[in-house]
């Protein structure tokens, strides 16, 4: 009974740290594809700007409000990239926590 009391934890423990392995995997590939999306989101933002800038360059004709125009999407462009920024410090940050 013994013999087989040992090989029933070892087979518990085994499938436990199979469960942990799987889980593992899940979390990686979750983050993967968080990190894909996001990607994706920052480049469709920055395609927005471009095409709000040239849209605004084209149809506006007075250069005061022309110039005011770009240094709002100026601003907005460097807000997003601070924020680009963060969200990527605590991405790497939490990676290295983990491992």
Do not use: C, F, P
């Not at 999306?37 to 927005?48: K, M």
Request: glycine share 2%; hydrophobic share 30%; no cysteine.
């Amino acid at each position: 009974m013994d013999k087989n009391s040992s090989w029933d934890e070892i087979s518990r423990e085994i499938n436990n740290l199979k469960n942990k392995i799987k889980e593992q995997i899940k979390d990686e590939d979750l983050l993967a594809d968080l990190k894909d999306s996001l990607i994706s989101s920052i480049e469709n933002a920055g395609d927005v700007l471009k095409n709000v800038s040239s849209s605004l360059r084209e149809t506006i004709t007075d250069d005061e409000i022309k110039d005011d125009t770009k240094e709002i999407i100026n601003k907005i462009n460097s807000e997003l990239k601070d924020l680009i920024n963060q969200i990527g410090n605590k991405v790497n940050n939490k990676n290295s926590e983990e491992e």
